[in-house]
């Protein structure tokens, strides 16, 4: 797709937030998105067509229901890359906004801690993690970031799996840096920072709050992450 083409996707507002809404990683309804922008289902849509045709989303239908998620990785990579530059440049340029009322506080004071970034762990929590990795020599970052025979030895002791095809032709990245927009430091991408996250929501070492991108480490996960990478998170 030529550049202008896709910048002009993303330089709707209500596109925008779309895209943005969907680095949860989850797949949601048309009628959600909808309420989420504050647009009427037709426009959400319509909206919903371009963004599908090119190439950014992909959708899903089960019933009568109309599921979209981001395409892939790559999709949003390219998403939390804008977001973080876009964030930056305000920032530079303007003072903070104050959070509108306390319940968006509350909303980006959790972020903040522990969220996800698409399917990986990102926050104070995510820049922990990829902090002991590298201390622990499991990831090594002397030419860009990669997994290191430990790691792969660690991997395996806490029985986490990467996908086969990761790193082959085709495949995703074992492991990329992505740059936390709040952290403004590195956090662990690629299939290892998705299995990361994929174990702790299946182990139930963090658990989402509410319907948004918000994690919250359990109990169990603190012992987990401390017995696993030294962790101490409370």
Do not use: K
Not at 10 to 15: E, F, S, V
Not at 85 to 101: G, I, L, M, Q, V
Not at 121 to 136: C, E, K, Y
């Amino acid at each position: 797709m030529p550049l202008a083409q896709l910048a002009g996707l993303l330089a709707d507002p209500t596109r925008a937030a779309f895209c943005t809404a969907l680095l949860d990683g989850r797949a949601w309804t048309a009628g959600e998105l909808a309420r989420h922008a504050g647009v009427a289902p037709s426009t959400a849509s319509e909206h919903l067509s371009r963004l599908i045709a090119g190439g950014l989303l992909a959708e899903e239908r089960q019933g009568r229901h109309r599921y979209v998620r981001l395409a892939g990785p790559e999709a949003a990579a390219l998403i939390e890359d804008l977001t973080v530059f876009a964030e930056t440049s305000a920032t530079a340029t303007a003072p903070a906004r104050a959070p509108r009322n306390l319940r968006e506080s509350t909303r980006l004071s959790a972020e903040a801690r522990a969220r996800t970034c698409y399917d990986h762990l990102a926050g104070r929590l995510g820049v922990a993690v990829t902090d002991a990795a590298l201390a622990r020599g499991l990831v090594a970052d002397d030419a860009g970031l990669a997994v290191t025979e430990r790691g792969r030895e660690w991997l395996a002791g806490a029985g986490i799996e990467l996908p086969a095809r990761a790193g082959h032709g085709g495949g995703r990245p074992v492991v990329r840096g992505c740059l936390d927009w709040t952290e403004r430091r590195t956090h662990l991408g690629g299939a290892l920072g998705a299995a990361l996250c994929r174990t702790a929501l299946d182990r139930a070492w963090v658990e989402r709050i509410g319907s948004g991108r918000a994690l919250r480490v359990t109990a169990d996960g603190d012992r987990a992450l401390h017995e696993l990478l030294g962790l101490q998170l409370t």
